[in-house]
């Protein structure tokens, strides 16, 4: 599987929506459009594309890219009236948790330009609710140069075997992981990845484990499966140099892209900085080691990154209109995307990225490597920071195992009851 399926929720929410006319006023002549995003490209890369756009269209862009205090900066924003006209959010869980914000997209004539399957995360009973931006892959990526002088011929797909190439990098002078532990983000997306296939066949499959979280008849406690998550983390500190802790992404692409690290956790995303420091640098993606043994290894593919337009915009029919301009527009799908943000887009007809992380998650796919989709992030909205924190406590020392099951199944009911 590489894209979820999509969600079926018991409630039916009523998404605002109809023509851009009937809504309220619109200016007229060239505006610019506020957009509050995180993650899917570089600051450059919106530049680029804000330039663009107002030389197609007069009018222009206004990003605000943020990473690690989007979601309350975003919620703070809407809760004030100051709603962003365009706003970036993950799929599934913020369906719902931003129902009353999003314009209804299901009728806009952009949607039949987009790719069916990165539609499933969007849509909450037959209506779709955001824009479906970017496909992105990630698990362990590592330097061939560095597997090569360490004496790597066979990549790891077990824990035991990534504790004897790390052993191995060690036994050569290389620093095998550069953990990114100080991001509460990096966490989830390596802590979870790991239980995917189990999820699958012994727990009901994604819908129903979340399902089961949020009620309580499931909590982290009850899952035997969690002690492999922990191991997994504990062999990434282990080997993750003199100051784990203190390691963030911007650490994790330095040091990649400087050769002074052999792996790092993250995704297709980092190849631009890193490509920043060393252009020649050949990486590839490793199969994540996971609780359901060798042949279940893979790594983690979807379309989650959305962008969402605010029902209450002033400039609604040109935020319909931007949207409809990155659906269709020869400069989006064969320059920006797969050139200057270098994303596989969820757009048909868009170029092939120039990203040999791309590349290498394809052949992955190609290869029969299975693919998982990002399902934590069905978790209810706000959560996945919360678990993020009580993860940097486990891997920091202030908590044992015991208290780390505790401490994530007190964040997760807290958060789940909070949004019922």
């Given at each position: 599987m590489t894209i979820v399926t999509a969600l079926l929720f018991v409630a039916l929410p009523?998404?605002?929506?109809?023509?851009?006319?009937?809504?309220?006023?619109?200016?007229?002549?060239?505006?610019?459009?506020?957009?509050?995003?995180?993650?899917?490209?570089?600051?450059?890369?919106?530049?680029?594309?804000?330039?663009?756009?107002?030389?197609?269209?007069?009018?222009?862009?206004?990003?605000?890219?943020?990473?690690?205090?989007?979601?309350?900066?975003?919620?703070?924003?809407?809760?004030?009236?100051?709603?962003?006209?365009?706003?970036?959010?993950?799929a599934y869980a913020d369906d719902l948790a931003y129902k009353d914000y999003t314009y209804n997209l299901t009728n806009e004539p952009f949607i039949k330009d987009l790719e069916p399957a990165t539609l499933s995360g969007v849509t909450v009973n037959g209506q779709v609710t955001g824009f479906p931006l970017v496909v992105q892959a990630y698990s362990f990526?590592?330097?061939?140069?560095?597997?090569?002088?360490?004496?790597?011929?066979?990549?790891?797909?077990?824990?035991?075997?990534?504790?004897?190439?790390?052993?191995?990098?060690?036994?050569?002078?290389?620093?095998?992981?550069?953990?990114?532990?100080?991001?509460?983000?990096?966490?989830?997306?390596?802590?979870?990845?790991?239980?995917?296939?189990?999820?699958?066949?012994?727990?009901?499959?994604?819908?129903?484990?979340?399902?089961?979280?949020?009620?309580?008849?499931?909590?982290?406690?009850?899952?035997?499966?969690?002690?492999?998550?922990?191991?997994?983390?504990?062999?990434?500190?282990?080997?993750?140099?003199?100051?784990?802790?203190?390691?963030?992404?911007?650490?994790?692409?330095?040091?990649?892209?400087?050769?002074?690290?052999?792996?790092?956790?993250?995704?297709?995303?980092?190849?631009?900085?890193?490509?920043?420091?060393?252009?020649?640098?050949?990486?590839?993606?490793?199969?994540?080691p996971v609780a359901a043994g060798a042949s279940k290894a893979g790594i983690m593919y979807d379309s989650n990154i959305t962008l969402r337009v605010s029902k209450t915009s002033p400039y609604l029919k040109q935020a319909l209109a931007f949207l409809n301009w990155i659906a269709t527009s020869p400069y989006t799908k064969q320059t920006w995307f797969p050139k200057t943000a270098q994303n596989v887009a969820a757009v048909k007809g868009a170029g092939t990225p120039d990203n040999m992380l791309d590349e290498a998650a394809q052949k992955l796919i190609a290869e029969g490597v299975p693919t998982y989709p990002w399902y934590y992030q069905r978790f209810p909205t706000g959560l996945e920071q919360g678990l993020g924190v009580v993860l940097q406590a486990y891997t920091s020392g202030q908590t044992n195992r015991e208290q780390t099951l505790a401490a994530l199944d007190a964040a997760y009911q807290k958060t789940a009851n909070a949004n019922k």
């Amino acid at each position: 599987m590489t894209i979820v399926t999509a969600l079926l929720f018991v409630a039916l929410p009523v998404f605002a929506g109809g023509s851009a006319e009937k809504s309220t006023t619109t200016k007229q002549g060239p505006v610019t459009l506020s957009l509050l995003v995180y993650g899917a490209a570089t600051a450059q890369a919106y530049a680029a594309m804000t330039k663009e756009y107002q030389s197609e269209t007069g009018n222009t862009l206004d990003f605000t890219d943020l990473t690690n205090n989007q979601q309350t900066v975003l919620r703070a924003r809407l809760n004030s009236g100051n709603a962003p006209d365009i706003f970036m959010t993950s799929a599934y869980a913020d369906d719902l948790a931003y129902k009353d914000y999003t314009y209804n997209l299901t009728n806009e004539p952009f949607i039949k330009d987009l790719e069916p399957a990165t539609l499933s995360g969007v849509t909450v009973n037959g209506q779709v609710t955001g824009f479906p931006l970017v496909v992105q892959a990630y698990s362990f990526i590592y330097n061939k140069a560095l597997f090569a002088k360490a004496g790597i011929t066979t990549l790891p797909t077990t824990l035991d075997q990534y504790k004897a190439v790390a052993e191995q990098l060690q036994s050569k002078g290389i620093q095998p992981f550069a953990t990114g532990f100080r991001d509460w983000w990096v966490l989830p997306q390596t802590a979870w990845g790991s239980l995917a296939p189990t999820i699958e066949t012994k727990y009901g499959g994604y819908e129903k484990f979340v399902n089961d979280l949020n009620s309580g008849a499931l909590t982290f406690e009850k899952i035997p499966e969690m002690s492999f998550v922990s191991d997994l983390l504990d062999m990434v500190k282990k080997y993750g140099g003199p100051r784990p802790s203190e390691s963030d992404y911007n650490d994790q692409v330095a040091k990649m892209g400087a050769g002074k690290v052999a792996m790092i956790h993250q995704g297709d995303w980092a190849i631009t900085s890193i490509q920043k420091i060393d252009p020649k640098i050949q990486l590839g993606f490793l199969r994540t080691p996971v609780a359901a043994g060798a042949s279940k290894a893979g790594i983690m593919y979807d379309s989650n990154i959305t962008l969402r337009v605010s029902k209450t915009s002033p400039y609604l029919k040109q935020a319909l209109a931007f949207l409809n301009w990155i659906a269709t527009s020869p400069y989006t799908k064969q320059t920006w995307f797969p050139k200057t943000a270098q994303n596989v887009a969820a757009v048909k007809g868009a170029g092939t990225p120039d990203n040999m992380l791309d590349e290498a998650a394809q052949k992955l796919i190609a290869e029969g490597v299975p693919t998982y989709p990002w399902y934590y992030q069905r978790f209810p909205t706000g959560l996945e920071q919360g678990l993020g924190v009580v993860l940097q406590a486990y891997t920091s020392g202030q908590t044992n195992r015991e208290q780390t099951l505790a401490a994530l199944d007190a964040a997760y009911q807290k958060t789940a009851n909070a949004n019922k």
